[in-house]
Protein backbone atom coordinates (compact mmCIF):
# COMPACT_ATOMS: atom_id res chain seq x y z
CA UNK A 1 0.00 0.00 0.00
CA UNK A 2 2.89 2.50 0.70
CA UNK A 3 4.53 2.00 -3.10
CA UNK A 4 0.68 3.63 -4.11
CA UNK A 5 2.36 6.83 -6.43
CA UNK A 6 -0.68 8.85 -5.34
CA UNK A 7 0.38 9.39 -1.81
CA UNK A 8 3.26 12.09 -2.93
CA UNK A 9 0.62 14.05 -3.99
CA UNK A 10 -1.58 13.30 -0.65
CA UNK A 11 1.96 14.92 0.98
CA UNK A 12 2.09 17.63 -0.95
CA UNK A 13 -1.50 18.55 -0.57
CA UNK A 14 -1.52 18.47 3.02
CA UNK A 15 1.00 21.12 2.99
CA UNK A 16 -0.51 23.05 -0.09
CA UNK A 17 -3.22 23.65 1.52
CA UNK A 18 -2.20 24.31 5.15
CA UNK A 19 -3.14 27.76 6.37
CA UNK A 20 -3.79 29.57 9.58
CA UNK A 21 -7.30 29.11 9.90
CA UNK A 22 -9.44 26.79 9.32
CA UNK A 23 -11.84 28.39 7.45
CA UNK A 24 -9.29 29.07 4.72
CA UNK A 25 -8.22 25.39 4.32
CA UNK A 26 -11.19 24.64 3.80
CA UNK A 27 -11.87 27.48 1.20
CA UNK A 28 -8.54 26.21 -0.49
CA UNK A 29 -9.26 22.30 -0.06
CA UNK A 30 -12.33 23.12 -2.22
CA UNK A 31 -10.56 24.54 -4.29
CA UNK A 32 -7.70 22.27 -4.91
CA UNK A 33 -10.30 19.34 -4.68
CA UNK A 34 -12.63 21.12 -7.03
CA UNK A 35 -9.89 22.02 -9.87
CA UNK A 36 -8.59 18.07 -9.88
CA UNK A 37 -11.52 16.95 -10.56
CA UNK A 38 -12.13 19.16 -13.36
CA UNK A 39 -8.95 18.47 -14.80
CA UNK A 40 -9.15 15.02 -14.19
CA UNK A 41 -12.82 14.84 -16.46
CA UNK A 42 -11.53 16.95 -18.85
CA UNK A 43 -8.29 14.93 -19.62
CA UNK A 44 -10.28 11.69 -19.31
CA UNK A 45 -12.79 12.90 -21.68
CA UNK A 46 -9.98 13.89 -24.35
CA UNK A 47 -8.45 10.58 -23.66
CA UNK A 48 -11.96 8.92 -24.89
CA UNK A 49 -12.92 10.91 -27.11
CA UNK A 50 -9.96 13.07 -28.53
CA UNK A 51 -6.79 10.65 -28.35
CA UNK A 52 -8.27 7.27 -30.24
CA UNK A 53 -8.52 9.79 -33.11
CA UNK A 54 -5.21 11.88 -33.37
CA UNK A 55 -2.42 11.18 -35.78
CA UNK A 56 0.46 13.53 -35.58
CA UNK A 57 1.92 16.35 -33.16
CA UNK A 58 -0.42 19.53 -34.09
CA UNK A 59 -4.08 17.33 -33.49
CA UNK A 60 -2.17 16.89 -29.88
CA UNK A 61 -1.49 20.14 -29.28
CA UNK A 62 -5.07 21.53 -30.70
CA UNK A 63 -7.09 19.10 -28.14
CA UNK A 64 -4.47 20.23 -25.06
CA UNK A 65 -5.00 23.47 -26.37
CA UNK A 66 -8.40 23.54 -25.75
CA UNK A 67 -8.09 21.67 -22.20
CA UNK A 68 -5.28 24.51 -20.96
CA UNK A 69 -7.76 27.33 -22.44
CA UNK A 70 -10.19 26.09 -19.89
CA UNK A 71 -7.74 26.21 -17.17
CA UNK A 72 -6.51 29.06 -17.91
CA UNK A 73 -9.62 31.46 -17.99
CA UNK A 74 -10.70 30.14 -14.60
CA UNK A 75 -7.15 31.10 -13.10
CA UNK A 76 -7.24 34.69 -14.87
CA UNK A 77 -10.53 34.92 -13.46
CA UNK A 78 -11.53 36.18 -9.88
CA UNK A 79 -8.71 35.80 -7.17
CA UNK A 80 -10.76 33.73 -5.20
CA UNK A 81 -11.05 30.76 -7.33
CA UNK A 82 -7.65 31.13 -9.53
CA UNK A 83 -6.45 28.23 -7.51
CA UNK A 84 -9.40 26.20 -8.97
CA UNK A 85 -8.07 27.03 -12.80
CA UNK A 86 -4.41 26.75 -11.21
CA UNK A 87 -5.22 22.72 -10.33
CA UNK A 88 -7.44 21.96 -13.44
CA UNK A 89 -4.52 22.70 -15.33
CA UNK A 90 -2.08 20.64 -13.58
CA UNK A 91 -4.41 18.05 -13.52
CA UNK A 92 -5.45 18.02 -17.23
CA UNK A 93 -1.75 17.88 -18.07
CA UNK A 94 -1.21 15.03 -16.23
CA UNK A 95 -3.86 13.31 -17.67
CA UNK A 96 -3.69 14.13 -21.05
CA UNK A 97 0.83 14.53 -21.61
CA UNK A 98 3.07 12.17 -21.95
CA UNK A 99 6.76 12.30 -23.65
CA UNK A 100 6.34 9.21 -25.94
CA UNK A 101 3.00 10.95 -27.75
CA UNK A 102 -1.00 10.55 -27.03
CA UNK A 103 -1.84 8.34 -24.11
CA UNK A 104 -4.40 6.66 -22.88
CA UNK A 105 -3.52 5.85 -19.72
CA UNK A 106 -6.37 6.80 -17.17
CA UNK A 107 -4.66 6.08 -13.99
CA UNK A 108 -2.61 9.46 -13.81
CA UNK A 109 -6.20 11.37 -13.22
CA UNK A 110 -7.55 8.93 -11.09
CA UNK A 111 -4.80 9.15 -9.23
CA UNK A 112 -4.20 13.11 -8.93
CA UNK A 113 -7.48 13.25 -7.46
CA UNK A 114 -7.73 10.39 -4.89
CA UNK A 115 -4.18 11.44 -3.64
CA UNK A 116 -5.91 15.22 -3.33
CA UNK A 117 -8.97 13.49 -1.48
CA UNK A 118 -6.80 11.60 1.49
CA UNK A 119 -4.23 14.58 1.69
CA UNK A 120 -7.02 17.09 2.31
CA UNK A 121 -9.10 14.67 4.48
CA UNK A 122 -5.53 14.01 6.77
CA UNK A 123 -5.31 17.68 7.06
CA UNK A 124 -9.32 18.23 7.72
CA UNK A 125 -9.08 15.61 10.33
CA UNK A 126 -5.90 17.21 12.23
CA UNK A 127 -6.99 20.78 12.15
CA UNK A 128 -10.60 19.90 12.52
CA UNK A 129 -10.63 17.95 15.48
CA UNK A 130 -7.28 17.87 17.17
CA UNK A 131 -5.80 21.26 16.50
CA UNK A 132 -8.31 23.85 15.73
CA UNK A 133 -7.14 27.40 14.82
CA UNK A 134 -10.49 29.48 14.42
CA UNK A 135 -10.07 32.77 13.32
CA UNK A 136 -12.91 34.08 15.10
CA UNK A 137 -11.29 33.23 18.40
CA UNK A 138 -7.70 34.69 17.16
CA UNK A 139 -9.66 38.05 16.19
CA UNK A 140 -10.82 38.53 19.76
CA UNK A 141 -7.63 38.98 20.99
CA UNK A 142 -6.22 41.41 18.38
CA UNK A 143 -9.51 43.65 18.07
CA UNK A 144 -8.92 45.77 21.27
CA UNK A 145 -5.54 46.89 19.40
CA UNK A 146 -7.36 47.97 16.43
CA UNK A 147 -9.94 49.91 18.13
CA UNK A 148 -7.16 51.82 19.99
CA UNK A 149 -5.18 52.11 16.68
CA UNK A 150 -8.69 53.63 15.28
CA UNK A 151 -9.38 55.71 18.32
CA UNK A 152 -6.22 57.32 17.93
CA UNK A 153 -6.53 57.98 14.36
CA UNK A 154 -9.96 59.65 15.41
CA UNK A 155 -8.34 61.85 18.13
CA UNK A 156 -6.80 63.65 15.27
CA UNK A 157 -9.17 66.91 14.30
CA UNK A 158 -9.48 66.16 10.51
CA UNK A 159 -9.74 69.79 9.93
CA UNK A 160 -6.06 70.85 10.89
CA UNK A 161 -3.51 70.98 8.66
CA UNK A 162 -1.37 67.91 10.38
CA UNK A 163 -3.85 65.43 10.12
CA UNK A 164 -2.25 64.61 6.61
CA UNK A 165 1.29 64.38 7.98
CA UNK A 166 0.21 62.38 10.57
CA UNK A 167 -1.46 59.81 8.21
CA UNK A 168 1.80 59.27 6.84
Not at 74 to 95: E, P
Amino acid sequence: ALSWGALVTAGATAVLVSQRSLGAIVQKSVLRIGGALLGGALGIATIVVAMPNLQNLGSLLVVAGLGFLVAAWIAVGSSRIAYLGLQTGMAFAMCVTDPRGPTTELTPGRDRVLGILVGVLAMLLVNGTLWPARARLTMWSRLPRAFRALAGLARLAPATREYPAHLQ
